[in-house]
T-cell receptor
Framework: DTGVSQDPRHKITKRGQNVTFRCDPI?????LYWYRQTLGQGPEFLTY????????KSRLLSDRFSAERPKGSFSTLEIQRTEQGDSAMYLC?????????????FGQGTRLTVV | AQSVSQHNHHVILSEAASLELGCNYS??????LFWYVQYPGQHLQLLLK??????LVKGIKGFEAEFIKSKFSFNLRKPSVQWSDTAEYFC?????????FGKGTSLLVTP
């Protein structure tokens, strides 16, 4: 499968724990995006990278959220001290550089449940 | 700030009925517009996109959308839906660096 891959697909964690999700984009794509989707809502943009540079992070939901893409390939999204309100689907997408008019390819997401 | 409004949150149609899903956006500049579909248990997939040229764009599976600049609209249409079109449909506008999505419309097509 050469699409966007996310791991894990499901994560259940206790409130207060830290969680980390991984995204592997399509190999030739240099832009990588993280979104969050809650029930009944569309995906909500969180942050994005062009290669290893994080170009926009002001939309991250709080300072408990952070993302990295250390070598410009895979990316991780970490949530520290999880809260019940963090329960959601976390989506990763990738696209080619200059891709405002090109397609963003989405992974299947990581569903987080905080109990 | 840009926003995307989808008017119908839940739509139920019988097979062979015609479909139109509304989408309006708020942004005064040049826009790139998209419709994505999410079938049950699957990831978001692109249905169609508009960035310039003919305002009537055709996508996969018989879907089309019309960009009406004066109305800030990009409505999705299909003349005759099938049971397999049951899915969640999202309209999106590209903001310059990322997609802004509407809340989505859940479509159920009954046999």
């Amino acid at each position: 499968d050469t699409g966007v891959s996310q791991d894990p697909r499901h994560k259940i964690t206790k409130r207060g724990q830290n969680v980390t999700f991984r995204c592997d984009p399509i190999s030739e794509h240099n832009r990588l995006y993280w979104y969050r989707q809650t029930l009944g809502q569309g995906p909500e943009f969180l942050t994005y990278f062009q290669n290893e540079a994080q170009l926009e992070k002001s939309r991250l939901l709080s300072d408990r959220f952070s993302a990295e893409r250390p070598k410009g390939s895979f990316s991780t999204l970490e949530i520290q001290r999880t809260e019940q309100g963090d329960s959601a689907m976390y989506l990763c997408a990738s696209t080619k550089m200059g891709g405002s008019s090109t397609e963003a390819f989405f992974g299947q997401g990581t569903r987080l449940t905080v109990v | 700030a840009q926003s995307v409004s989808q008017h119908n949150h839940h739509v139920i149609l019988s097979e062979a009925a015609s479909l139109e899903l509304g989408c309006n956006y708020s942004y005064g500049g040049t826009v790139n517009l998209f419709w994505y579909v999410q079938y049950p248990g699957q990831h978001l997939q692109l249905l169609l996109k508009y960035f310039s040229g003919d305002p009537l764009v055709k996508g996969i599976k018989g879907f089309e959308a019309e960009f009406i600049k004066s109305k800030f609209s990009f409505n999705l249409r299909k003349p005759s839906v099938q049971w397999s079109d049951t899915a969640e449909y999202f309209c999106a506008v590209h903001s310059g660096y990322a997609l802004n999505f509407g809340k989505g419309t859940s479509l159920l097509v009954t046999p």
